[in-house]
């Protein structure tokens, strides 16, 4: 299976990935952050390895922390999968307003393929990069997928919140992993898809907030 291209940034900081479980390095990566993200900062991103519906996972981890009062922003993917839903269809919660926004563009029943509607993708990316102006406690992102790898999509956002010291959740497929890896800063983690260990890290990264 071929790899994504990673996203074609300034190669200004060189660091290393740890794997929360075994410890070991996963690899040199590069960020293209303006300013060198502080010592403390997290970010973590959750494994798709098809064991979990990692959609709900996070999307329940958003629901939780709001009712416990942390300021959470980002998007979650709130559509549920059905037998006759198709793969494209893709509704986006923007979790500080609460506003969803469909991603996919409806190109009839014999179309083979998967249309983003990219107006809609920058208007949800747009409301987002509001949201982490505003002293978030963590930042969720549904997933790091083939627009991320390739540059593009919340990118940038997630790049700005790392800048401004917010800790960043997203979700990579194992097909875009060498792309996060190129992307990704300092202290990411790779996540096992798995309630308890998604919850771990968050515990242990919001505990003092």
């Known amino acids: 299976m071929m790899m994504s291209k990673p ?9 290393k990935i740890v794997c929360m479980k075994t410890n070991r390095s996963c690899g040199v990566v590069m960020t293209d952050m303006k300013k060198k993200p502080d010592s403390s900062m997290q970010i ?10 990692v959609d709900q ?3 329940d981890a958003a629901r939780d922390l709001q009712e416990k ?13 059905q037998a006759d839903t198709h793969p494209c269809d893709v509704v986006l919660e923007e979790l500080t307003t609460g506003n969803t926004i469909p991603l996919s563009q409806d190109c009839g029943p014999t179309a083979t393929g998967c249309q983003l509607d990219t107006a809609a993708l920058a208007r949800v990316a747009g409301l987002v990069d509001a949201s982490i102006e505003q002293a978030l406690d963590l930042l969720i992102i549904n997933k790091f997928g083939k627009r991320e790898a390739e540059g593009s999509g919340f990118l940038e956002t997630i790049a700005r919140a790392v800048e401004i010291g917010i800790p960043v959740i997203v979700s990579v497929s194992e097909d875009h992993g060498e792309a996060w890896n190129t992307f990704c800063g300092k202290n990411s983690q790779l996540l096992a898809p798995e309630r308890d260990v998604v919850k771990h890290w968050l515990d242990q990264t919001l505990r003092d907030i």
Request: aromatic share 2%; proline share 6%.
């Open 7 to 15: 996203p074609t940034c300034r190669p200004i900081l060189c660091v």
């Open 57 to 59: 996972l996070l999307k």
């Open 44 to 53: 973590a991103a959750v494994v798709r390895n098809g064991s979990c519906d």
């Open 69 to 81: 009062g942390y300021r959470v922003g980002g998007v979650v993917r709130v559509n549920e999968r």
